[in-house]
C-alpha cells in the first residue's frame, strides 16, 4: 500500500494505491482517492462540485475523452479495447487537480481486468460558456457596438486586439506553474463561489469547489470573448466604411471564409504544440494563441494608420457634427427592416448551429459504418493533413475565380475546387465516420461564400438569396428527417444522399454572410452601424443559447421508451446512440426555415415598398 497527500488549492487530495493477491489468476490493484475540504474538514462527494445537470454532461465529456485516448470513433470501438460502455459514468473516486479533475476506473469498473486501470482528466479546457458570459447576460455586447460607435472603427479595433490579448495572457498564466501558490490563487480560492441569480439559472461559470485556477481561466475566457465580439462588430463596421459601394458582400464573405480556415487551423496544430518535447503541457498551445493574438494587435495598429490614410483621401472623418448618441439606439429599434433581419439571423442560425452539435450523432443514427484497421492508411494522421491542405486549395481557388477576367481560367479553377472537393468527400467516407462525413459542410461554406458575395455586389438580390437559402434549409432538414432513414440500411446511397444534403446545407449556410450582413448598411444610418451589429449578436446569441436546450428536451420527450430503456439497463449506451429518432428535432428545425422564408417574404415586401435596396446590387453602374 502506498499513498500520497498534496494540497491543491483549498483541498486536501489523499491518493491510495493498493494491490494484492489472495489466489487465482491473478492479483488485484486499485488506486481510491479522497478530496478533503481544509477549511470545512469534510470530504467531497462529486455533487458538492457539480449539481445534476452539469454531472451529466460529464458523463458525455469522459465517454468522448476516452474515445480520443483509445483512438476510436465510438462505443463499438471501446468494446473492442475491452470496455463495458454500458458503465462509463461519472464515479467518486476522482481527484482535483490544478487545472480540473481526474476520474479513476480501477480494473473491471468500467472495463475487464486486461485493460488496467484508466485515468480519464478533464481541464478547464472543456468549460462552456463563460466566454459569452458577459457578451449575453451582462450586456457587454450592446455596449461594444455603443463604444465602436462613440469612438470610432480605429480606437475599438484596437481596443477588441488588447481585450482579446489581456483575456488570452490571463488564460495562459492561470495554466502555468507560476499561478500556484501566488497571491491570485488565494484571492481566487476563497470568492466567487457563489453568483446570486445567476446559480439559480444555471448560466453561472463558477461553481462551488471549483480550483482556483479554472476560475482564473473563466475570467480569461470571458475577457477573451468580449474582445472577440467587439472585433467582429468592428471588422463587419471597418469592411462596410472601405468597401460601401463596392464589393462589400466579396469583402464580407472573404472575411467569414478566412476566419472558418483559421478556426480549421487552431484545432488541427493546438495538439502539436501541446505535445512538443514528448511532455503534454496546454500552456504552450495556449502561449501560441497568445502570440497569435500579439500579431493580430501589430496588425490593427497598421490598420489604424491605413484608415486614417483613408480619411485623408477621401475628406471624410468618423466622428463629424452628429456624432452617435445614445438615443440613437431607439432608431435601430424603431425599424422594422432591422428587427426582420435580425430575427432572420436567430431563425437562420438557430436552425444551423445547434444542428451541427447532434449532426454527427444523427448520422450515426442513419447510416451503417465499418470499422476501420488500425494499421490501415485510413486510420492516420496523415490523411487528417491532407483533408486540410485539400481545404486550404478549395478556399484559395474558389476565392481566386472571383477576379478572373478570362471565363476559361475562372471555371478552370472551379473545376479544381469542385474535384478537390470530391476527393474531400471520398476521404471522409473511406474514414468510415460521422464526425468525417460531416466535416464537409464548412469546407463548401469557405469555398463558395465569396462566390455569392461577389454575385450580391454586382446582380444583387439579397433579399431573394435569403428566401432561397431558407428554402434550401427547410428541404436539407427534412431530407434528414424523412429521406435519409429509408437508406438505414443501403450503405452506398445513405452516404451519398447524406453527402448531397451536408453541401445543399454548407451553400445555405453561406448565404448568410453574403448577403444578410451587407444588407444591415442599407437598414441604418452609417453612424449607428456598430450598434446595430452588436444588437444583431445579441439576439442571435440569446438564440443560440435557448434552441439547443429545447432540441434536447424534445430529443427525450420523443424517445421516452429509449431513454427509460437506457435509464433501466435494458439497451446499452451504444446502442441506445446509433437509435434515437430525430425525426422531430429535424421538423423543428425545418419549421425555423419555415419561419425564416416568411420574414423573408415579408422583408421583401418592405424593401418593396420603403424602398431599403435590399434587392440592388453594392456596386452601382
Known amino acids: ?46 455533487s458538492d462540485l457539480f449539481d445534476a445537470a452539469r454531472q451529466e454532461a460529464l458523463i458525455g465529456l469522459i465517454r468522448n475523452k476516452l474515445y480520443e485516448q483509445f483512438g476510436v470513433t ?40 486486461a485493460l488496467g486501470g484508466v485515468e480519464v482528466h478533464i481541464t478547464r479546457e472543456e468549460m462552456q460558456g463563460s466566454e459569452t458570459f458577459l457578451n449575453v447576460f451582462v450586456f457587454f455586447l450592446i455596449f461594444a457596438g455603443i463604444i465602436l460607435d462613440k469612438m470610432g472603427v480605429r480606437f475599438t479595433a484596437i481596443l477588441s486586439g488588447a481585450v482579446m490579448l489581456v483575456g488570452a495572457t490571463i488564460n495562459w498564466y492561470a495554466v502555468t506553474d507560476a499561478f500556484q501558490g501566488s497571491g491570485l490563487q488565494t484571492w481566487f480560492t476563497n470568492n466567487l463561489n457563489y453568483i446570486p441569480g445567476f446559480d439559480e439559472l444555471g448560466i453561472s461559470p463558477f461553481y462551488r469547489g471549483m480550483p482556483a485556477s479554472a476560475k482564473f481561466a473563466a475570467i480569461g475566457f470571458m475577457i477573451f470573448g468580449c474582445g472577440v465580439e467587439m472585433a467582429g462588430i468592428t471588422v463587419s463596421r471597418g469592411i462596410v466604411k472601405w468597401f460601401k459601394g463596392r464589393e462589400m458582400a466579396l469583402a464580407m464573405g472573404s472575411e467569414m471564409a478566412l476566419a472558418r480556415l ?29 502570440v497569435l493574438l500579439l500579431i493580430a494587435l501589430i496588425m490593427f495598429i497598421v490598420y489604424f494608420f491605413m484608415d486614417r490614410k483613408l ?60 470499422e476501420v484497421p488500425s494499421d490501415s492508411f485510413w486510420a492516420t494522421n496523415t490523411v487528417t493533413v491532407l483533408q486540410y491542405c485539400i481545404m486550404l486549395v478549395v478556399a484559395g481557388a474558389s476565392f481566386a475565380s472571383n477576379f478572373m477576367k478570362k471565363a476559361g481560367m475562372k471555371y478552370g479553377l472551379l473545376t479544381v475546387a469542385g474535384v478537390l472537393l470530391a476527393v474531400f468527400c471520398y476521404m471522409g467516407y473511406m474514414r468510415q465516420s460521422a464526425e468525417t462525413v460531416f466535416a464537409v459542410f464548412p469546407l463548401l461554406a469557405v469555398g463558395i461564400t465569396p462566390i455569392l458575395g461577389n454575385y450580391v455586389d454586382h446582380k444583387g438580390k439579397a433579399a431573394s438569396m435569403l428566401m432561397v437559402g431558407s428554402m434550401l434549409l427547410v428541404l436539407c432538414h427534412l431530407t434528414f428527417a424523412f429521406v435519409l432513414p429509408e437508406f438505414r ?73 429509449l431513454v427509460a430503456d437506457l435509464k433501466n439497463g435494458v439497451i446499452t449506451p451504444e446502442e441506445a446512440a446509433v437509435s434515437y429518432d430525430y425525426t422531430a428535432p429535424l421538423v423543428m428545425l425545418a419549421c425555423l426555415g419555415i419561419a425564416a422564408l416568411v420574414l423573408g417574404f415579408i422583408l421583401k415586401i418592405v424593401d418593396k415598398k420603403k424602398g431599403l435596396g435590399l434587392e440592388e446590387p453594392n456596386i452601382k453602374a
Open 1 to 46: 500500500v502506498e499513498s500520497e497527500a498534496r494540497v491543491v488549492d483549498t483541498l486536501l487530495v489523499y491518493t491510495i494505491s493498493s494491490s494484492n493477491y489472495t489466489g487465482g489468476a491473478h492479483g488485484m490493484y486499485s488506486i481510491n482517492c479522497h478530496n478533503y475540504s481544509i477549511a470545512g474538514g469534510y470530504e467531497l462527494a462529486l
Open 74 to 113: 465510438g462505443d463499438e470501438g471501446l468494446v473492442a479495447q475491452g470496455f463495458f460502455p454500458e458503465y462509463i459514468s461519472t464515479t467518486e473516486n476522482f481527484e482535483v487537480t490544478e487545472d480540473g479533475i481526474t476520474f479513476y476506473y480501477n480494473p473491471y469498473d468500467i472495463g475487464c481486468y
Open 262 to 290: 483559421g478556426v480549421a487551423t487552431c484545432m488541427i496544430f493546438s495538439p502539436v504544440f501541446a505535445k512538443l518535447g514528448g511532455v503534454i503541457d496546454v500552456s504552450r498551445s495556449v502561449a501560441f494563441g497568445v
Open 311 to 370: 480619411d485623408a483621401q477621401t475628406g471624410e472623418a468618423e466622428e463629424k457634427d452628429d456624432p452617435f448618441k445614445i438615443s440613437d439606439l431607439g432608431t435601430i429599434l424603431s425599424s422594422s427592416g432591422f428587427w426582420l433581419v435580425a430575427l432572420l439571423c436567430v431563425l437562420y442560425y438557430s436552425a444551423i448551429f445547434p444542428f451541427q452539435k447532434y449532426a454527427v450523432n444523427m448520422l450515426q443514427c442513419n447510416l451503417v459504418f465499418n
Open 489 to 561: 440500411d443501403n450503405a452506398i446511397g445513405g452516404i451519398i444522399v447524406a453527402y448531397l444534403t451536408i453541401l445543399v446545407l454548407g451553400a445555405s449556410f453561406s448565404l448568410v454572410p453574403a448577403s444578410l450582413w451587407p444588407s444591415v448598411p442599407k437598414l441604418v444610418d452609417a453612424k449607428i452601424i456598430g450598434s446595430a451589429y452588436a444588437l444583431i449578436f445579441w439576439v442571435q446569441n440569446i438564440g443560440l443559447w435557448l434552441f439547443p436546450l429545447l432540441i434536447g428536451k424534445v430529443l427525450d420527450k420523443t424517445n421516452t421508451q
